[in-house]
């Protein structure tokens, strides 16, 4: 079957896209399983430990905590859990712990509070330098951004 040209908005070239690499791509999509936990669409591939810390909040620890809990193996992969099993993850994340957006935002009213008290450590996040007691004479560049030439410093 013959392609479809079309030319590209960009480059105003013209490209080739050949309906059958469309429907190929589209029933790669409808097969392929995905776990969607706490509104994060983990890995299907891995291991469930390893797939759960795509969660935001969720580290090694409570990754094993949460497969004790719902009686999954270790060397589970998340496209062998059964649907009830998947349910059972995500209830369990969602009663006992906080991830993701929830976390998030505790973590801003946290550092807004130091702010709003103006310690120390709320200066050092309201003037984006590092909070916790690092160097700035030298290094420091991923918090104060790209180094600003000083007008008149030659050695």
């Not at 891995?46 to 620890?61: D, E, F």
């Not at 369990?92 to 946290?110: C, F, N, P, S, T």
Request: with cysteine; proline share 5%; aromatic share 2%.
């Amino acid at each position: 079957m013959p392609g479809i040209p079309q030319r590209s908005a960009s480059t105003g070239r013209e490209t080739n896209f050949s309906a059958a690499k469309l429907s190929r791509s589209a029933a790669h999509v409808e097969t392929e399983v995905l776990a969607r936990i706490a509104g994060v669409n983990i890995p299907t591939n891995k291991r469930v430990i390893v797939s759960l810390q795509y969660i935001h909040g969720i580290g090694p620890t409570k990754a094993k905590e949460i497969c004790e809990r719902v009686n999954i193996p270790s060397g589970r992969r998340v496209a062998e859990l059964t649907d009830a099993e998947v349910l059972q993850i995500r209830e369990a994340i969602d009663r006992d712990y906080m991830v993701e957006g929830d976390l998030r935002r505790e973590v801003a009213i946290h550092i807004k509070r130091l702010m709003d008290l103006g310690c120390y450590r709320g200066l050092r996040h309201r003037r984006q330098l590092p909070v916790r007691g690092q160097r700035t004479h030298t290094n420091a560049r991923t918090r104060k951004g790209k180094a600003k030439p000083i007008a008149g410093k030659k050695k």
